[in-house]
């Protein structure tokens, strides 16, 4: 069963309940997609028996007292986050604010750690089809995986003027992010997994900074972009599992 809410005092989501006793999932996107980017690693983790609860909506902010009311609403006890993009970020940023509340995070395409999130468009007034697919060839290293129905999905997201303020607003949060003060704070076990040919946001300062974080692990995923998890679901979703699964039952 699939529980679908709307409601103010928490982020839009669904909700899939576990069959095993196994930390649940919660799925974070990033700036430019929503819930809909985590499709395959839904399915693969619902048929493993995983909790699974995706975020629908773009991320966009660092408000981790409505996702702490989202966890405590479902019952979920201690979850582990996974984050692409700025969704990423704020898997970090709940994991560092609500210890207590978090196994383990996946971390995937965070920001922070170079001059600047490059993706290629700017931060244009209004944005029109022809900006998504430039920004698709920035986030892609293969541009082909990228379907008009992701390039339609992302261009609805980017017409809303309040999102486009939103995305001027995390950029400036993720420059202005303490970054190594956040890793050096980390309690729980953490994996960060990068397209190898991640143009926006790179890999490399990320490889380095998982040497000095406990319990951190680093993984690449080859002939990859921004997203894994749209680019190359199955590897993604190996690396994945192999991490969740270590964790061991409860």
């Not at 909790?51 to 582990?80: C, F, H, M």
């Not at 920035?138 to 261009?155: E, G, L, V, Y």
């Not at 790179?202 to 680019?231: K, L, N, Q, Y």
Request: contains cysteine.
């Amino acid at each position: 069963m699939v529980e679908t809410r709307v409601e103010s005092a928490v982020p839009r989501y669904e909700y899939a309940p576990p069959k095993r006793a196994q930390a649940p999932v919660v799925l974070l996107p990033g700036l430019f997609a929503g819930g809909w980017m985590w499709d395959e690693t839904w399915a693969v983790l619902s048929r493993r028996g995983f909790g699974v609860v995706v975020l629908l909506d773009a991320v966009a902010g660092l408000d981790e007292t409505r996702l702490k009311r989202l966890v405590d609403r479902l019952e979920l006890g201690r979850v582990s986050l996974c984050g692409n993009s700025f969704g990423a970020l704020a898997a970090l940023d709940f994991a560092v604010h609500q210890p207590e509340a978090v196994e383990s995070i996946v971390v995937s395409g965070a920001p922070g750690l170079s001059p600047d999130v490059n993706a290629g468009i700017g931060v244009p007034r209004s944005v029109r089809r022809e900006d998504v697919v430039e920004l698709a060839h920035k986030m892609f290293h293969n541009p082909a995986r990228a379907t008009p129905a992701m390039i339609d999905r992302t261009h609805a997201i980017l017409s809303e003027r309040r999102h486009v303020h939103n995305v001027v607003r995390a950029l400036r949060t993720a420059r202005d992010y303490r970054i190594a003060d956040a890793l050096s704070r980390l309690a729980c076990r953490s994996l960060l997994v990068w397209g190898a040919n991640d143009a926006i946001t790179p890999a490399a300062p990320w490889e380095r900074a998982a040497h000095a974080v406990d319990r951190c692990t680093f993984r690449t995923v080859p002939r990859c972009g921004h997203s894994p998890m749209i680019e190359r679901p199955h590897k993604f979703n190996r690396i994945l599992l192999e991490f969740l699964t270590q964790g061991g039952e409860r």
